[in-house]
């Protein structure tokens, strides 16, 4: 199994910046790699970003691309989304996930996913 906890979230004014860290723990050596979804009030869960653990696979939604930056830390077992010029429409609980074997924007390809962390973005 693998524990999944994100922290980071907040609310922040239209043009800030948040930072979002995922610490994955467990048996972290058996997930391939890992996502950031976000699901706002009232919408269906929608794919942020994807990367493997190394980073040499990453690939991010259209709505964030250029504005958001996923990283990780294998020895902190931890992935981080770095928002920066953060809207009004990115408010959303944000979840990380993990998958051991798929690769994609598919929430059915994760096997673990996080409890989620707020944002709000206020206009």
């Known amino acids: 199994q693998v524990q999944l906890v994100e922290s980071g979230g907040g609310l922040v004014p239209a043009g800030g910046s948040l930072r979002l860290s995922c610490a994955a723990s467990g048996r972290t050596f058996s997930t391939y790699a890992m996502g950031w979804f976000r699901q706002a009030r009232g919408k269906e869960r929608e794919f942020v970003v994807a990367?493997?653990?190394?980073?040499?696979?990453?690939t991010y939604a259209d709505s964030v691309s250029g504005r958001f930056t996923v990283s990780g830390d294998i020895a902190k077992n931890t992935v981080y989304l770095q928002m920066n010029n953060l809207k009004p429409g990115d408010t959303a609980v944000y979840y990380c996930?993990?998958?051991?074997?798929?690769?994609?924007?598919?929430?059915?390809?994760?096997?673990?996913w996080g409890q989620g962390t707020q944002v709000t973005v206020s206009s």
């Open positions: 990367t493997t653990w190394t980073g040499s696979r990453t």
């Open positions: 996930a993990a998958t051991r074997t798929g690769w994609g924007n598919r929430e059915a390809l994760y096997d673990y």
